[in-house]
């Protein structure tokens, strides 16, 4: 069955401090692979996508990921984060014939001191 | 305006009562979705449906039943609630071809 690992529960930053959330996923074939990120109390938003192309993409609010093939993974980066960037994110994979059916990621909460 | 709306946004219920959640969507998406949402914050999806049509139904306790009208709405009624209910559900639509979801702000449901 399809999953989606993200390797950190919770990560503590203070501000202008890099980030990088860990994403895995098991699946062999052509995958779409998704960031959202959920602000307190919030629904969840799209923060990054790929579908094909560049592996690197970049996304809103200065957060890019990189898609590594051989590797399963999509990890999520920002240089210097911001207390404002204080919310959950989730990765999240959809692959196969289930167009839509996103599987997703436990989440990390990220923590931003001022 | 709200591209995913549900209502209600909050809802609080006793166990053995019946309740339902609406969702409409006026992205002109062919398809939409439930997720379940624990306090674990762990998002699992409920159901799908492509145009009016059930494609997807996970292992989720036929106390739930799903009803889309049409292609823009797809509400949920939940039979004899029970406390494990407590949760929020997101509903979300898709275009088919991308696979992008795009959420409501969810339906925080309390079942004391």
């Known amino acids: 069955a399809q999953s989606v690992s993200q390797h950190n529960h919770h990560v503590i930053l203070s501000e202008a401090a890099s980030l990088e959330l860990g994403c895995n996923y098991s699946?062999?074939?052509?995958?779409?692979l998704f960031w959202y990120v959920q602000y307190p109390g919030q629904h969840l938003q799209l923060l990054l996508k790929y579908f094909s192309g560049d592996p690197l993409v970049k996304g809103i609010k200065g957060f890019e990921a990189e898609f590594i093939k051989s590797k399963f993974s999509f990890n999520l980066r920002k240089p210097s984060v911001q207390w404002s960037d204080t919310a959950e994110y989730f990765c999240a994979v959809n692959a196969g014939r289930s167009q839509g059916n996103l599987i997703f990621g436990k989440g990390t909460k990220l923590s931003v001191k001022p | 305006d709200t591209a995913v709306s549900q209502t209600p946004k909050y809802l609080v219920t006793q166990m053995g009562n019946d309740k339902s959640i609406k969702c409409e969507q006026n992205?002109?998406?062919?398809?939409m979705y439930w997720y379940k949402q624990d306090s674990k914050k762990f998002l699992k999806i409920m159901f799908s449906y492509n145009n009016k049509e059930l494609i997807i139904n996970e292992t989720v306790p036929n106390r739930f039943s799903p009803k889309s009208p049409d292609k823009a709405h797809l509400n949920l009624h939940i039979n004899s609630l029970e406390l494990g209910d407590s949760a929020v559900y997101f509903c979300?639509?898709?275009?088919?071809?991308?696979?992008?979801?795009?959420f409501g702000e969810g339906s925080r449901l309390t079942v004391l």
């Open positions: 992205l002109g998406h062919d398809t």
């Open positions: 699946y062999g074939g052509t995958v779409n």
């Open positions: 979300a639509s898709s275009r088919a071809v991308t696979g992008e979801l795009f």
